[in-house]
């Protein structure tokens, strides 16, 4: 299994975490990690040693400071590194055919063996979208974006790609021509390309099950009446995602999963320390 992920510094501890989670609940024996990265993380050794003991190998793959996203809108947000998934098929090696990119607030709480195995065809990614949390947010990001063809709008935090359509589709002057047209238009920078430009070749997958929305979980068990609570998601939700400004590791996170990602969180601190 290739997992793939873009953070700086400030993400490491994180990282771990996801990590962790990941071994912790998922079947496969051999796990590759590559963290795309602007410059050598300072916890790279760290991060050697911390995948090492978990029977995982650690790939840094370091960007530089000449790509095309030095134009795109970046804040303390949304740091340019969100971009890099975009183009990973330029930065990953050409031997790869396939990895799962995961954002570093995400946790992993069951098998992910499915979703990385679902077959591709000829689409780019495959993807959650949140359409049946926010219908009519999927609505004005279609006409936004000008991609009616889309089946929704998808969340970029879980995208399994097809590298090799990638590397033959793709193309980084069409990335940099609309972030140059719509650069005042982005809203949610990195999730605004890839469903502007590509959103009609993502296979959908359901989000309670891989991108489970953690914010949205009254949303989750009205739409299901009442069968998505706490007991289902633990049986069958595979990722859960801490979307938004709020994140588990902050003091006086309040969120319904918070405690769950601090339990794994200590556990993976306790495991480490014990290496």
């Known amino acids: ?28 024996k051999e796990i590759n990690v590559y963290v795309l990265q602007e410059q050598t993380l300072i916890k790279t050794e760290e991060l050697h040693f911390f995948c090492q003991q978990f029977d995982m190998q650690y790939h840094p793959v370091v960007i530089g400071s000449g790509s095309i996203f030095k134009e ?28 799962l990119y995961l954002d570093a607030d995400i946790l992993c709480i ?34 936004r974006l000008g991609n009616y063809e889309s089946e929704g709008y998808f969340n970029s935090g879980v995208l399994l790609m097809n590298l090799q359509q990638l590397r033959s589709e793709v193309k980084e002057s069409e990335i940099a021509a ?13 999730q605004d390309i890839l469903n502007g ?33 706490m007991d289902w998601v633990i049986e069958h939700t595979a990722l859960l ?5 709020e994140k588990p590791w902050q003091k006086g ?3 319904r999963f918070g ?14 320390t014990a290496l």
Request: aromatic residues 12%; charged residues 25%.
């Open 1 to 28: 299994m290739n997992l793939l992920f873009a953070i700086d510094d400030r993400f490491s501890e994180q990282l771990k975490t996801t990590l962790y989670s990941i071994r912790q609940h998922t079947q496969q």
């Open 72 to 99: 795109a809108p970046v804040s303390d947000r949304y740091p340019e590194s969100i971009y890099y998934r975009l183009l990973a098929q330029n930065y990953l090696p050409k031997d790869l055919e396939r990895i």
């Open 110 to 143: 069951n098998d992910l063996t499915p979703l990385y195995q679902l077959p591709l065809g000829e689409a780019l990614y495959a993807a959650a979208s949140h359409a049946k949390l926010t219908e009519m947010t999927t609505v004005l990001n279609k006409v």
């Open 178 to 190: 609309f972030i140059k047209k719509n650069q005042l238009n982005l809203f949610l920078p990195d």
């Open 197 to 229: 430009l590509y959103g009609e070749r993502i296979i959908a997958v359901p989000d309670h099950i891989y991108n489970y929305d953690v914010r949205k979980n009254r949303t989750y068990e009205t739409i299901s009446l009442g069968e998505w609570r």
């Open 241 to 245: 995602h801490f979307c938004g400004k």
């Open 253 to 255: 996170y309040r969120g």
């Open 259 to 272: 405690a769950l990602y601090k339990y794994i969180d200590r556990d993976r601190r306790k495991a480490e």
